[in-house]
């Protein structure tokens, strides 16, 4: 079975600070790892993925995250947090080797960037 | 522009009143997928579809029901809602099967009294 897990509920950071979303995951094969960004009334956009190679993924908007396997987790970072950053994150795994063709998202934490 | 509509956004109803919710997507993907999302749950995959007339089971299919009859539409159906199917529901497309990115609708609110 997979599984997510985001131990934070809330995240606070004062603007132009770094911030950290924490993501641990759960799977019996090979992970493809995700996060995507809520913002208010929105639907989930996308913001980057692990799928193998480098530990370190860049995507959108400045953010990247690091995938470590001994740790099993998939942490969310931007070097320098905007008040627009403020939203929902969800970190979502898909288990390669099950051959299930679904993700499985954690509960979402929310990031709150001060100014 | 590559999007995906629902329709309705918002939604009231009363217990046992059949409804459906639409999903449409322009951007010729042939996987979609419904979720809903409650508070402190996330999502939580109700139905998938990998291809015209091919879906499947998610993690909470129950009271629910989907059609995938042409690519682009993927309506999920409830034949008697219940007041636990009170929640936000996102449709969500993908260009194949490996989920490497999806695009989600805005999502429609549902309240069933």
């Known amino acids: 079975a997979q599984s997510v897990a985001q131990p934070e509920d809330q995240v606070n950071v004062a603007e132009g600070n770094p911030l950290t979303v924490k993501c641990t995951y759960s799977?019996?094969?090979?992970?493809?790892l995700f996060w995507y960004v809520q913002y208010p009334n929105r639907g989930l956009q996308f913001l980057l993925k692990?799928?193998?190679?480098?530990?370190l993924v860049k995507g959108s908007y400045g953010f990247e995250a690091e995938f470590n396997k001994s740790q099993t987790s998939f942490h969310l970072k931007k070097p320098s947090a905007l008040v627009s950053d403020s939203a929902l994150y969800f970190c979502?795994?898909?288990?390669?080797?099950?051959?299930?063709?679904?993700?499985?998202f954690g509960s979402g934490t929310r990031l709150q960037v001060q100014p | 522009e590559a999007q995906v509509t629902q329709n309705p956004r918002y939604l009231i109803t009363v217990t046992g009143k059949k409804l459906t919710v639409t999903c449409s997507q322009n951007?010729?993907?042939?996987?979609m997928s419904w979720y809903r999302q409650d508070p402190g749950l996330g999502l939580r995959q109700i139905y998938y579809s990998m291809n015209v007339e091919v879906t499947d089971k998610g993690d909470v299919p129950e009271g629910y029901k989907v059609s995938r009859k042409e690519k682009r539409n993927f309506p999920l159906i409830l034949e008697s809602p219940s007041p636990n199917q009170t929640s936000l529901y996102f449709c969500a497309s993908s260009f194949s099967e490996n989920l490497l990115e999806q695009y989600f609708g805005p999502g429609t609110r549902l309240t069933v009294t």
């Open positions: 692990y799928i193998t190679g480098d530990n």
């Open positions: 799977v019996s094969g090979n992970p493809y």
């Open positions: 979502a795994v898909r288990d390669v080797g099950t051959g299930r063709r679904a993700l499985t």
């Open positions: 951007m010729n993907h042939e996987y």
